[in-house]
């Protein structure tokens, strides 16, 4: 996977080229082949009828459910509002370790039937498998890993059927007290008998959440350690607020080592959920900056990433909105943040699209991070991109540049014209690069295999003894002299889930890295002479 | 990356682009004249346009094929679309106004602002500039110009425009706030201090303002006050400085929702006749359309035409019998009438047919109350909380229905969210203040009409408190 020209090269050689073709345009950096990769999932949004879950997508995640060491699958279904279907279950694809996969979803209990819309992955139980919780237009779900890519519900016995309309969400460890908590996003209170009737210039069309005057409270569960969890939103001051709750990042982004909550809001102020500890938090998010963007204006956050952008230790967020709303990237300095979309050149571009998914990975290995932004609409779009889908829109891809701003990449080779939702990047085919699933509404689902990425690379995966993935770990390698951070997060983007490893892309450099982990609870683990070009697991105590 | 994308869209929008630069801004005034007019620009579609739309588009079509030599009939073509957002048109007929009258340089103001959503960055900072060249006088162009230079992230080069904007027109806010904005972004939090200061009183209620200002006491580490102004400023909207076009543009607005935004305007400001004028009006073209008949009931509620509010809820109750805002507006209407038990019949339809609905509690809530029945009300009050625990209205008549049954720590706490929520709500603050003098809570009482001084220095309920806490 590594024919296609690299963009450095391709932009020296452009220098030289400049009569013969168009400036600036590079090879495309992915491939689509989900159906040559064995993924047949389209996704059903049900009968149209203009009710508002119609219109949201789902999302899916990266996770080695088999613990055969390979990324498998599971894609989140919507299907029919009018109650649980066979159309509306889940899927889940084991990879061969090629990057080939095959549907194992039925008999493997994992298919759930509810109106999806995300899933968090965490090891709840601690038993070294990673397990699966999934939120619905309903009851949701948590799927109990039993081993061999078989799951079990054990959503009763756990207590975390939580009914309303669930959207993203995380298991992280709030209270650090060894275990995974769930904290599970809500958007809205609805029902199809509250529907209300919108429309444009051009005609009927889905509503915006605000028509619906009806934000919900999200949930956060403790884990009891012993199978069970309790709500305790209430005493943990989640149930004091409300908001159209649409993406969860997770991370101790004021730096006092434990981990805050940051929610995106649908035309609501974002929250930021300090962690007073003890499962207790408080909402400063307007105060540190990223509850609104620097206009003071609520944007339609949808999806949200908490990624590191500078490599300089603490987290910076960065949040999907709608079309005629720049996405938003608010850089954090010292636990503040300031929304610097405009300089680092990602607010322009950005107006004319609705994003969704986005993911912040170093796609083409050059040691800077770039950025994929799954698009599409949730109002009819005039027959701009897609005569056929009013809601399609192009994805966009953009380089992370040296200096620290962002450009678009172009052509937008794979990044197909629909309307985009759920995404996540991890190393499918085992290659060493970063490939991306998109699952877009009422559409095939794509896999955008990486055909660009050159440079050196390293992939650390950071377990506990009993196997179990370290959630919330900030990882450091030194290479190559250039020192990079990445934080294990892997709720992000809009409903879906990363791989619980980090990767790293080095340029040109040879030899080996000094790979060193901080866990929340401020333990350290250090690797020294690790080769590049390789994925490790690192086990902490 | 600024190589063009190959979209229709953008075709068409770089169409109107070149035209109107190949006009330049040295064309002589009438240059054009003896010249082929331009062809009046048609909508790219009318498959899914609101009928109130087509119609409008039509009608000022029919209007401008009478004359389509002069620019006017192609700016105001251009307005229209601009007010329904059909930004290619928009920029395409504003493009044909300028291009047949360069003198009326309004025209090329109006087509950057309507390519400001269809162009690159970069194509629309050089559309802007090109208009603040042409127009050193118009404080409205320079001000545009400073906030494109600014989204572009170019700050520093955002200060000179944004500071010709304030000299030509020093008394609105809009120029200062653009500096304020711009010097936050370069780092000079403490002279963004003044500017924005200084725009807040020049305007208290712009909350965009307020926001900035917020931002930038955080940076002095002034956080107190910084609490308090960002709270003030959060969900303010950016504006820009209005040109002479802004009352036209604002009358063109035809589809539902910008009616039904308008109306909503209207009542906001209490015109409330002319609120139900724009709401009738909008019926005819959408007369099945449920939220609308009851945006109409609404209205005429508000002029006391009660017995055709209740015709009209009558309609959208038969076309949508499960629809919760019907049952809503149903009870006020009947109580409104004098039907009491109507009115609870149907408050308690709402909350039946939307359980998890904060304004169908709020109905059965107010209309409880009325019936003096304050135990049952104050528990559908709770009911709204509990599903919309920072809702303004929820909180109000929770603070209203424990006052009524003298629950003085409910009553308190109700009014401190709405305060936390809305630091501005007057009312809120002044009872809060109230309630704190008869516990005998005189800090409280002091913190609260220290921020009603802020809000509202000359309100004649502030003298009466501050005299009954400055008493020993």
Redesign the interface.
Known sequence: MRHGVGPRHQRLACAGALLLVACGRDAPWFVENASERGLDFVHARGEARYWFPEIMGSGLALVDVDADGDLDLYLVQSGDLSGPSDAGRNRLYRNDGRGTFVDASAGSGADDPGYGMGVAVGDYDGDGLPDLYVTNVGRNTLLRNEGGGRFRDATEEAGVGHEAWGTSCAFFDGDADGDLDLYVVNYLHWDARNEIECGTSLGQDYCSPNSYESPAQDVLYENLGDGSFRDVSREAGIADVFGNGLGVSVGDFGGDGRLDVYVANDMMPNQLWINDGGLRFHDDALLLGCAVNRNGESEAGMGTVAFDLESDGDLDLFLTHLRQETNTLYVNAGGSFSDRTAPLGLAAPSLRHTGFGACFADFDQDGVLDLFVANGSVSRNRPEFDPEDPYAEPDQLFRGLESGGFEEVEPRGATAIEASRGAAAGDLDGDGDLDLVVVDSNSRVRLLENVTARGAWLIVKVVDEAGSDQLGAAVSVEAGGRLLRRHVAPATSYCSSLPAEVHFGFGNATGSARVTVLRPDGTRALLEEVPLNRRVVLTVR | ???P?P???RTLALAACSTIAACGSGAAPGSSAGAEPPALVEP??TE???PR?RELVERELAAAREHPEEARSHGTLGLVYEA???W?EAARSYANAAKLAPEERVWRLHHAIASR?LL??DE?VALFAEVARAMPESAPAQEHYGSVL????R?ADALAPFRTATELAPEKPEGFVGMG?ALL?TGEAREAVRLLEHATALDPAY??A???L??AY?ELGQ?DL??LE??L??????RHMSDVLAGELNRFS?????RVQRAARLTESGDYERAVTVLERSIESAPR???LLNNLAAAYLNVGRKQEALDVLKQAEEIDP????TAINLSACYEALGFTRRAVEYADAAVA??P????AYIARARVLLNAKRPEEAHEAARAAVQ?????LDSLRMLAWTARELGLQDETRAALATIVLVAPDDLTAQLELAELALESGDRAAAREALRIVRRLAPGDPKLEELQARLDRP
């Open positions: 990356m600024s190589c994308m979209d229709a869209l790219l579609s899914h346009l609101d739309v329904n957002s059909m290619e959503v690159p960055i629309v600014l989204e572009a992230g700050a904005a972004e909350r965009h307020h926001y900035l917020g931002l955080r956080e910084a609490r960002l709270a400023g959060v969900d303010g909207q950016k035809a589809s539902v929702p910008a359309n449920v939220t499960a629809r919760s805002l047919r939307a998890d609905y904060a304004p599903r919309a625990p920072r809702d």
